[in-house]
């Protein structure tokens, strides 16, 4: 059984390189077959004149290869469009029953189980809440859920299953203060390996990413924003993080851990702290307990936050600021189009946060710097377990 790292604690490739593909002409028919899927999957449906021309291939070969794709069922063709003039087209679109994947979203109040189609839709899901990671209450929760998500599917859809994403915190360990959690059950994620976790349950292949990586990548590919070429992606979650988006790919940096805003150094006064511990949700959870506030409502789905909540102003301003302070920054070293902000929040805050931010960035000084946009990302909160639900499926379709 193989698997593929898209992040570890050592230096990887990235996870599109470390999987097999055939040599010779197979290979190139192989890497032909990503670029259409791939490009078919951003633009969501096209003629085969149109993806010739886009992948440089010629007409025929265009068409031999997209023959073979709907025979395997992984594309289908639409119903024909009539121009002006000349023969109708025929455009193709990704079948959403061509293949499947499962999500495991290891995160800081929930472990979450996703299985979604082709196109990103969600099949099947569950989830278990906790007061922090337990490796212990993980493999219960494994050893019942991943069976669980695959017995409804038909004996077809279960041999389309493409494989296992993990999405998982970097050094889950370090952050035992800040969550709550018994220093102990924290250090004991230190040494697991979690791909051999994972196929202790499955014989599926697994991938692995950190989590907010695999969020930017669910904005990347299933979001809204697709006309951004080079974006940092802020999710703001019990810890905040984030990704990069470097000509309209993922870019994982060389040990997987690009766009960890969360290390970023801040200064608020005459302290000298990390974003995380500025522009993160355990710090209005913080500030809620210390009101005797009860906090579940943060991490229930439909996340709806009750109405005139206390510390919520402070809170979200103090957010904004540290989200500014790397935004310019970022801004300065990459030259970006925008940043998309998201996260496990409701959307009503999330707004009030861009608002903010953009409020912010239209009073600084930006001397030498080009114009930047301030985005909310289309996602919402499910979009590390949209992400991590997707490796599986890109591993194997995608460039």
Same mark, same amino acid.
């Given at each position: 059984?193989?698997?593929y790292?898209?992040?570890?604690?050592?230096?990887?490739?990235?996870?599109?390189?470390?999987?097999?593909?055939?040599?010779?002409?197979?290979?190139?028919?192989?890497?032909?077959?990503?670029?259409?899927?791939s490009?078919?999957?951003?633009?969501?449906?096209?003629?085969?004149?149109?993806?010739?021309?886009?992948?440089?291939?010629?007409?025929?070969?265009?068409?031999?290869?997209?023959?073979?794709?709907e025979?395997?069922?992984l594309?289908?063709r639409g119903?024909?469009?009539?121009?002006?003039?000349?023969?109708?087209?025929?455009?193709?679109?990704?079948?959403?029953? !061509?293949? =499947?994947?499962? %999500?495991?979203?290891?995160?800081? *109040?929930?472990? @979450?189980?996703?299985?979604?189609?082709?196109? &990103?839709?969600?099949?099947?899901?569950?989830?278990?809440?906790?007061?922090?990671?337990?490796?212990?209450t993980?493999?219960?929760?494994l050893?019942?859920?991943?069976s669980?998500?695959?017995?409804?599917l038909?004996?077809?859809?279960?041999q389309?299953?493409?494989?296992?994403?993990?999405?998982?915190?970097?050094?889950?360990?370090?952050?035992?203060?800040?969550?709550?959690?018994?220093?102990a059950?924290?250090?004991?994620?230190?040494?697991i390996?979690?791909?051999?976790?994972?196929?202790?349950?499955?014989?599926?292949?697994?991938?692995?990413?950190?989590?907010?990586?695999?969020?930017c990548?669910?904005?990347?590919w299933?979001?809204?924003?697709?006309?951004?070429?080079?974006?940092?992606?802020?999710?703001? !979650?019990? =810890?905040?993080? %984030?990704?990069?988006?470097?000509? *309209?790919?993922? @870019?994982?940096?060389?040990?997987?851990?690009? &766009?960890?805003?969360?290390?970023?150094?801040?200064?608020?006064?005459?302290?000298?702290k990390?974003?995380?511990?500025?522009?993160?949700?355990y710090?209005?959870?913080?500030?809620?307990?210390?009101?005797?506030?009860?906090?579940?409502?943060?991490?229930?789905?439909?996340?709806?936050?009750p109405?005139?909540?206390?510390?919520?102003?402070?809170w979200?301003?103090?957010?904004?600021?540290?989200?500014?302070?790397?935004?310019?920054?970022?801004?300065?070293?990459?030259?970006?189009?925008?940043?998309?902000?998201?996260?496990?929040?409701?959307?009503?805050?999330?707004?009030?946060?861009?608002?903010?931010?953009?409020?912010?960035?239209?009073?600084a000084?930006?001397?030498?710097?080009?114009?930047?946009?301030?985005?909310?990302?289309s996602i919402?909160?499910g979009?590390?377990?949209?992400?991590?639900?997707?490796?599986p499926?890109?591993?194997?379709?995608?460039?």
């Open positions: 059984m193989s698997s790292a898209l992040t570890s604690s050592q230096p990887v490739s990235p996870l599109w390189q470390k999987s097999t593909l055939p040599k010779g002409q197979s290979a190139l028919r192989a890497a032909n077959e990503r670029r259409i899927l490009l078919i999957r951003h633009h969501k449906e096209l003629p085969k004149s149109v993806i010739a021309k886009e992948t440089g291939l010629s007409a025929q070969a265009a068409t031999v290869i997209i023959n073979k794709l025979e395997d069922g594309v289908k119903a024909p469009q009539r121009g002006k003039r000349g023969q109708p087209t025929v455009p193709f679109s990704l079948n959403p029953q !061509g293949a =499947f994947g499962i %999500g495991i979203k290891i995160g800081r *109040r929930n472990i @979450h189980i996703t299985l979604i189609d082709f196109t &990103g839709n969600v099949v099947n899901a569950r989830s278990k809440p906790w007061n922090y990671p337990s490796v212990t993980m493999r219960s929760f050893a019942q859920a991943i669980e998500l695959i017995a409804p038909s004996d077809d859809q279960q389309r299953m493409s494989g296992i994403g993990v999405a998982i915190p970097f050094e889950l360990w370090r952050w035992s203060e800040q969550t709550g959690a018994p220093e059950e924290l250090l004991a994620w230190k040494d390996d979690m791909l051999a976790e994972v196929e202790r349950f499955s014989d599926l292949p697994v991938y692995l990413c950190n989590d907010d990586t695999a969020a990548a669910a904005e990347l299933f979001g809204k924003h697709n006309d951004l070429t080079d974006y940092l992606y802020c999710f703001i !979650g019990t =810890f905040i993080g %984030g990704g990069l988006v470097l000509n *309209r790919h993922l @870019h994982t940096g060389r040990t997987g851990n690009a &766009g960890a805003i969360g290390s970023l150094p801040t200064f608020s006064g005459a302290s000298n990390q974003l995380i511990e500025q522009s993160s949700l710090l209005l959870e913080q500030a809620l307990k210390h009101r005797a506030i009860d906090t579940h409502f943060l991490h229930q789905q439909p996340l709806q936050w109405d005139n909540l206390p510390v919520l102003n402070g979200l301003e103090q957010v904004a600021d540290g989200l500014m302070h790397t935004a310019i920054s970022a801004q300065a070293l990459l030259d970006l189009d925008a940043i998309v902000i998201d996260g496990a929040i409701p959307e009503n805050i999330k707004a009030r946060i861009v608002s903010r931010c953009q409020a912010k960035l239209t009073g000084d930006m001397r030498g710097l080009s114009p930047l946009q301030i985005k909310p990302g919402g909160a979009a590390q377990s949209l992400g991590c639900a997707n490796l499926l890109l591993a194997l379709y995608s460039i």
